[in-house]
């Protein structure tokens, strides 16, 4: 029986190798595994060969044809992957039941997280296009065009399998001049994908921001899906986990938009507004003129007050001397 044991290393060299795979906080880069199958067609063997040109240096290509049938038996290539330090991988094969056949998939926990099969046609390679291309080490923009990439979970899977596959790094800023490539997946209404590269051209447009052009440059294939294994639910999330020190930790009544702007809600108590203390402004000081107008207008409204009560005085005198002579003219009669 085999012993379970951890060896320490025991060089210098074997701890820095121990290091490096060792879990971090922040991972990585992935790198990719490229390797053929027992036998392959000359479009399967050039699209290997270009797509270890566009993701060189984080990529690790087998020279030698392997025998193995991953949907079958997944052993050889985990053990390949965990002995070259890759989590992703992609295999090709051609046969008379499967021709041009090419698979990715990605890896979890030294397994195989997911993989999906896909039949390439009209392909293209980086030599059939006679164009510059574009410099090494280069970050794509990575496009994916059609609604239907969010009709099924398998389509959703297969979608975050390509973006997992061409992505390289996570970056904060970006340079105009540092684009240079762009990939972009075309779902059609039959479920295929049409995978094209260009090389972005900067050309004079009279302004600051410069007019973009899209120029083909390879590899160029249409690929139909065949076969899928993906993880369940559980597994997905697991592996989509992060640490908790990367999670930002969210501040109450605090939100961000879509271009990044911080927005913030304040609560404030019910304030009476007769008693708040406004601004003095001189803008809004009356003039001299409304002043004198003002002290006319209160001038006659007092001047008519007082005009008014002397009227009801007379009127009030004149009332008590006819009541007066009438009591006057009884008192007489009596006599």
Known sequence: MASTRIQKPTTRRGKRFLDEREPKTIENPKKT???EGRKCSNDIRQALKDFNLLKKPLVRLMRRNNDVTLFEDSTPLEQLAKSNDCHLFMFGSSSKKRPNNLIMGRIYDEQILDMVEMGISNFKG????????????????IVFNGYKWKL???????RSLLLDMFHIDNVSTMRLQGI????????????????????IQLKKSGQRTPRIELQEMGPS???????????????????MKQPAILKVAKRKNISRDELGNVHGRVHVGKQDINAIQTRKMKGL???????????????????????????EQEYDHEDM???????????????
């Open 180 to 199: 240079e490539h762009v990939i972009s997946f075309t779902i059609t209404e039959d479920l295929s994908i049409l995978m094209r590269s260009y090389r």
């Open 33 to 35: 595994l490229i390797m």
């Open 221 to 239: 294939m249409d690929l139909t899906i065949r076969r899928t294994k993906i993880a369940s639910e559980d597994l997905f999330k697991t592996a």
């Open 126 to 141: 980086l030599q059939d296009f006679k164009t510059e291309k574009i410099s090494a080490f280069v970050k794509p923009v």
């Open 321 to 335: 001397n006819e009541t007066g002579d009438a009591s006057g003219m009884d008192v007489d009669s009596d006599e």
């Open 285 to 311: 000081k009356k003039t001299a003129e409304e002043k004198k107008a003002e002290r006319a207008k209160k001038k006659r409204l007092s001047a008519g007050s007082s005009a008014g009560e002397g009227s």
């Open 152 to 158: 099924t979970e398998e389509l959703r899977r297969v």
